[in-house]
């Protein structure tokens, strides 16, 4: 499966290279590429190697991938996605973790409430993070919430994420730990 992503023009673009990093800058507001949509399995991500960068259901050992169930939900309980012009530089060791990056853009997890599109880009607000070493690699999540979600003005950080969603939090860490992905 391939998910080619268009502006508003209709003119195909590389959700890697030509969406801009922030949708406002000045407060703090990026944008995120939409890859796994909320309760689906596919493990789709921004194919960086390919012209335009189109979204690819991944691979690993010939095999196409697939993101695990997290019961009693089908799929992952957010929307899960990229950070454009973002890379986590496999060359540079994390003075945190002790890896170095995973050669891929920086990852996000949608809290919000809405269902989105494989390819959708949508507006966030960085509630936290979160360092995992996949393979003896770096692979930062970042929390964010959807600007649009009616919730939005109620999440400014990690501690409200605690407190008003306890259990995605505890289904977010089940998620990734040991394994996010098979």
């Not at 599109?117 to 996949?134: F, H, N, P, Q, W």
Request: include cysteine; aromatic fraction near 8%.
């Amino acid at each position: 499966m391939i998910t080619a992503v268009k502006n508003s023009e209709g003119k195909y673009i590389s959700p890697f290279h030509d969406i801009p990093i922030y949708a406002n800058e000045a407060e703090n507001i990026f944008h995120a590429v939409v890859e796994v949509p909320r309760w689906t399995n596919a493990k789709m991500e921004i194919a960086t190697k390919d012209p335009l960068n189109p979204l690819k259901q991944d691979m690993k050992k010939g095999n196409l991938r697939d993101v695990d169930n997290v019961f009693p939900h089908k799929g992952y309980i957010w929307n899960y996605g990229a950070i454009p012009q973002t890379w986590e530089d496999p060359n540079h060791k994390d003075s945190d973790t002790g890896c170095c990056g995973d050669n891929d853009p920086i990852d996000i997890c949608d809290i919000g409430n809405k269902v989105c599109s494989c390819g959708e880009v949508i507006k966030v607000k960085v509630l936290g993070t979160l360092a995992l070493i996949d393979e003896g690699e770096t692979d930062w999540k970042v929390i964010v919430i959807n600007t649009e979600d009616p919730e939005a003005a109620d999440f400014n950080d990690i501690d409200d994420v605690r407190r008003l969603k306890q259990q995605n939090t505890a289904q977010l860490l089940d998620c990734f730990l040991p394994s996010y992905c098979r």
